[in-house]
């Protein structure tokens, strides 16, 4: 994880910067740069995606993004999660571009790089515009934590999974995900 300058940046600088296979993404008008992910981090994204793919299939409550997709709180708050569940309810904030607000899910994939990052930054920033739900894989310590809203503004550690459970939201009712398959190598 690299800053790139400590002059506050806009949605429309981002738009600027070439295509260069980085994740590119500013916090508090801070540009924030990631790594490509890993295998292992690709594994897992794509595992969850295939089963609340599925799921959707048959229970059609929203839609489904993956990164790189454009999440943008406001001009100076733009980030890139792993995963992104909308609402049917809430298709507005969907545009032909990005997102505009907050989605009912965000997901992200722990990696060496940005496990401060996400765990702090981005939990702050989700915490503050209100999206309601937040899990964090963590495929070293093959974990993972839902974070819920309990007031606004402020998230409550919901659940702390190891790979022996079974993950489950009540976005996805009746949904099941053995993080065993998930996290496995």
Known sequence: ??????????????LLLPEDGLRHEIIDGEH?????PITRHQRISMRLITEISFYLREHPLGELF???FDVVF???DVVEPDLIFIRNERREILTTKNI??????LV?????SNRKYDEVTKRALYERTGV???????????????FRH???????LFAELSADDTLTSSLFPGLEIPLDEILAD
């Open 132 to 146: 309601p739900e937040y899990w964090i894989v963590d495929p070293v310590r093959n974990a993972v934590r839902v």
């Open 32 to 36: 924030y740069v990631k790594a490509s």
């Open 66 to 68: 993956h990164a790189p």
């Open 150 to 156: 309990r007031a606004p503004g402020s998230y409550e």
């Open 1 to 14: 994880m690299s800053h790139a300058t400590s002059t506050k940046w806009t949605y429309e600088d981002l």
């Open 74 to 76: 406001s001009q100076s």
């Open 108 to 112: 992200e994939i722990l990696s060496d």
């Open 100 to 105: 505009q607000g907050s989605p009912d899910l």
